[in-house]
C-alpha cells in the first residue's frame, strides 16, 4: 500500500513541498524514527482520544505519551483513549494505526502538543506502516490549522504488563465470558488493543484465533491510575490436538 491518494491530492492540490520515505514496516512512532535514523522527538504520532462527544486527533513526540489531564484542561471535556471500535471506518484508505494528522480529510479536530511546534519541519506515517512524510511545520499549520497546547509527557516503562498464561486463563475463566472457556483453546496470548499490540491482534484474529475477552487493566504510574485496554484470544485446537 502507498500513501493514500487524498492525501497526495491535498498536498499537490495546496502546492505543499514534501516528501516521502520508504522503509520497514514499522507499527510505532519511535520504531519509525528509528528506521528513518532520526531522534524520536523529531517523529510524531497521532492517537486518536475521546474528547466529550467529540473524535479529536491529538498529536505527540514519538517517545511521549498524551497526559489524558493536561489535555482535559486544554480541551475542556473529559478526554480518553478512543477504543478501535468508535473510529473503525474513519480512515478507510489507511493502514490501522498508520493514519496521518490530516484532520480536515476525516472530519476530525487536531490538537497537537507545542513541542512539535517549535520545530521547523514535521515527520509523520503518510498513511502506510512503511512510508513517512515530511514537511516544514508551518506548511502543515497553514494546511491543518491544528490547535496547540501542552500535553505530552515522557513515557515510563510499564513494569508488569504483561500477564502469565496461567493469569490470562484465571481471568477468563472467571469473566462474564466464561462459556467460551468451554471451546478447545489449546493456547492463549493477551495484547494491549494500542499501536502493535493492535496489529498483532488483527494478525491472530486473520489466523482464526477468536476474541474471548476484552477487559482494562487498571496501573499505577507515577502515582496516578491510569487504564489500558486489554485483548485476550485465543487459538481453538485442531482435531488432532483434540485428541491428545
Known amino acids: 500500500m502507498t500513501m493514500p491518494a487524498k492525501v497526495k491530492s491535498l498536498l499537490e492540490e495546496n502546492q505543499i513541498p514534501y516528501s516521502v ?3 520497514a514496516p ?4 519511535q520504531e519509525e524514527a528509528d528506521a528513518l535514523h532520526l531522534s524520536g522527538k523529531e517523529v510524531a504520532k497521532t492517537v486518536v482520544v475521546r474528547a466529550g462527544d467529540e473524535l479529536v486527533l491529538a498529536v505527540v513526540p514519538a517517545p ?3 497526559n489524558f489531564r493536561k489535555l482535559e ?3 475542556g471535556a473529559p ?6 471500535q468508535e473510529f473503525v471506518g474513519l480512515f478507510p484508505d489507511c493502514e490501522l494505526g498508520a493514519a496521518p494528522p490530516f484532520g480536515a480529510l476525516y472530519s476530525l479536530r487536531v490538537i497537537i502538543d507545542e513541542s512539535l511546534a517549535n520545530d521547523e519541519e514535521i ?4 498513511g502506510t506502516h512503511r512510508e513517512s512524510l515530511r514537511m516544514r511545520f508551518s506548511d502543515f499549520s497553514t494546511l491543518v ?3 496547540i497546547g501542552s500535553f505530552a509527557e515522557k513515557n515510563v516503562r510499564m513494569t508488569q504488563t504483561e500477564k502469565s498464561s496461567e493469569d ?3 481471568i477468563l475463566r472467571k469473566s462474564q465470558f466464561a462459556p467460551l472457556w468451554g471451546l478447545n483453546i489449546v493456547e492463549l496470548a493477551g495484547h494491549n488493543i494500542e499501536a502493535r499490540g493492535r496489529e498483532e491482534v488483527n494478525r491472530l484474529l486473520g489466523q482464526g484465533w477468536k476474541l474471548l475477552h476484552v477487559y482494562t487493566l487498571r496501573y499505577a504510574e507515577d502515582g496516578v491510575w491510569r487504564e489500558r485496554p486489554m485483548a485476550i484470544l485465543g487459538r481453538v485446537g485442531t482435531e488432532q490436538e483434540s485428541r491428545k
Not at 514499522?26 to 512512532?29: G, L, P, R
Not at 478526554?79 to 478501535?84: G, K, P, T
Open 73 to 75: 484542561n486544554v480541551l
Open 123 to 126: 515527520i509523520f506515517t503518510a
Open 21 to 23: 520515505s520508504s522503509h
Open 26 to 29: 514499522t507499527y510505532t512512532a
Open 145 to 147: 490549522r491544528p490547535q
Open 64 to 66: 511521549y505519551r498524551v
Open 168 to 170: 490470562i486463563a484465571s
Open 79 to 84: 478526554v480518553r483513549l478512543a477504543s478501535e
